[in-house]
């Protein structure tokens, strides 16, 4: 009789199965924890460098332009059409209806808010305004001659007396006898000697020249029955390059360098340029330091007196960025704030 040997084959049970495969998922599920905890942590660091850079960043720019506010610019400033400093950089509208001036530095305190500000708090404006030394080769244009007609006034100097002018350059008018106005060319003519002030430039500087004397274009020349509203070119007027920069948030928390004007070959339209700093910005504030020592943060009260403005030694600049939208929790509340101090020694020099 023939018999069979049968070996017996073993595997895994089910429960042996079960145990194994809820192992596995408990190691899995840790693993996938370290590395989402690393990843998180990765997005941290990186979310952290990219707001210090951007704070750093904003604050270099700001505080080049601050240390170079007044270098050649007149320490009287420049007149301008009533109401312009809150139609271009945004200041509070001041109480009177004279002329504005703009002075090297200008403050606006508390300003405006954006959709990032929080507990009611907004935000500070600055423009700083300085003569641009390379143009003419450091020399001003001298006005030998002025005409003018309703709508234009022409300043003439020698043929190519004006050889470094360019369409919408900003201009320093000054006179020996203390006038001070600032205006745009409109075009440079007659081989670079003139340089033309139309109505309608884009920062809205140029004004009629027939129009009631408070409205008037400051720069109409005096004589012919007008005194007052005018300006004296004699002794000798000049025409400087300067140039003229703001920085503000904007309604979506964007820290933005405004520049006006200077803006060779390129149209009427890209003549105010805004140029973005930092995203995320919820507080940008300006501190002063006058020569008595104080501070304020509103030197020139509500922008109702710019004269003050030549008081300030010392700007001290502070910038809270917050990380951007749709990071995880553990970075959601994170502030940088960054806050650096800068000297406007060149507010007390003039450069003939």
Known sequence: MLTRNHKVQKGFSIVELLIVSALFLVVMTAVFGILQVAGTMQESIDNSSEILNSARVSLNSTGRDAVNAGLGYSRVGGVVPDDLAST???????????????????????VNSSVLSVNGEKNDVVAFMYRDLNFNDGSAVVINNVTYSPTKINLRSVTGGCDDCRPYDLFLVESGNGNHALAMATAITNSNSTIELEIGDPMGLNRATDVPAGERSILTPCGGGITSNCFSYSPQGT??????????????????????????????????????????????????????????????????????????????????????????????????????????????????
């Open 88 to 110: 271009l950089i945004g200041l509070p509208v001041d109480l009177n209806t004279d002329r504005d001036v703009f002075t090297a530095i200008m403050a606006g305190n508390d």
């Open 239 to 352: 025409a400087k390059r300067v140039f003229l920069m703001s920085y503000g948030v904007n309604s979506e928390g964007v820290l933005v360098r405004k520049l006006f004007g200077n803006n060779p070959g390129a149209p009427a339209s890209e003549q105010i340029r805004e140029i973005p700093l930092a995203n995320g910005v919820q507080s940008f504030q300006v501190r002063y330091l006058l020569q008595d020592g104080t501070f304020t943060d509103d030197p020139s009260n509500a922008n109702n007196d710019q004269g003050f403005m030549n008081e300030v030694v010392q700007l001290e600049i502070s910038i809270t960025i917050r990380p951007k939208q749709g990071l995880r929790q553990v970075t959601r509340n994170q502030l940088i704030t960054l806050s650096s101090t800068f000297s406007t020694r060149n507010i007390k020099y003039d450069i003939e």
